[in-house]
């Protein structure tokens, strides 16, 4: 397998890809406070999703999607008790138009992930938070199949018969006030004993999270071809922040294979 060059913190040759970001132990980043982290892969001129060739809705560019990134999504996602989605994109999922990214480890290829759970006497699973006022979306039933647990963190104001049927369908569901803020759907989380949450839905979420500086690591794959075309669809999505977000590198790696890549991390700074 090609190896990866280490830019930063210094520079090292011949890193392997496959237990990078395993190496990076983020459940070893334990605090009094949860951590969370998210991870994205982009084109070159920024853009995570393009619309769907045949149906309505976006889809991550084929052109940029790759299977060296998603070796590395799922180490991240491996290491989370829990994974952040949305109502939008179970709708998608449902529709055909959604990558695969709540069944972790699924690929025989990624077996040895399944072991490194289970060496550390994790569930079998990360368990699955879904944010959704409309809590308009199907449950599909391997995502509720055996001792995973799939919670839904809704507002007060959402509709109580649909609250009852995420119930019936074995879903934890859970009311805020108003709305979901990054604030209390961290506490609400916490409240559940969740310690490392991973974000592996959009840009929304990912606005929400910064927007109330609740994001701990910031992953970013960063392929180098651009694509162009509209509409434009970034990493965040949302209004302008009162106050800008700085991140702080924290490891760059260069992954020469194809047009080449880069995988970077920040830091909340």
């Known amino acids: 397998m090609t190896s990866l060059l280490q830019l930063y913190p210094q520079q090292q040759a011949d890193i392997t890809l496959e237990g990078l970001y395993l190496s990076h132990d983020i459940r070893s980043l334990a605090t009094d406070q949860p951590y969370v982290y998210s991870n994205f892969v982009t084109s070159l001129d920024g853009r995570i999703a393009v619309p769907h060739p045949t149906k309505p809705g976006l889809v991550v560019p084929k052109n940029v999607a790759n299977g060296r990134d998603w070796r590395l999504f799922q180490e991240l996602a491996i290491q989370a008790d829990i994974l952040i989605s949305s109502g939008r994109y179970l709708r ?18 990624f077996s040895d992930l399944q072991q490194w759970r289970a060496q550390r006497g994790l569930s079998p699973q990360p368990d699955i938070v879904v944010i959704s006022a409309s809590l308009e979306f199907p449950v599909a039933p391997e995502l509720v199949a055996g001792d995973r647990t799939v919670i839904v963190v809704t507002p007060d104001t959402s509709d109580p018969q649909k609250r009852a049927a995420l119930l019936d369908h074995g879903v934890k569901v859970i009311t805020v006030p108003q709305r979901v803020t990054g604030t209390n759907l961290v506490a609400a ?67 020469p294979i194809d047009v080449g890549q880069l995988f970077l991390s920040y830091q909340k700074a």
């Not at 998608?92 to 290829?109: H, M």
């Not at 694509?227 to 009162?242: A, H, R, T």
Request: hydrophobic content about 40%.
């Open 92 to 109: 998608d999922y449902a529709d055909g138009r959604a990558q695969e990214i709540l069944q972790v480890y699924d690929d025989p290829r």
């Open 189 to 255: 989380l916490q409240a559940e004993g969740y310690q490392f949450i991973y974000n592996a839905t959009g840009p929304k979420v990912l606005h929400l999270l910064l927007a109330d500086n609740v994001l701990d690591r910031l992953y970013l794959t960063q392929v180098n071809r651009l694509l162009g075309g509209s509409p434009y669809s970034g990493i965040v999505d949302g209004d302008l922040f009162e106050t800008p977000v700085d991140m702080a590198i924290n490891t760059i790696y260069y992954d």
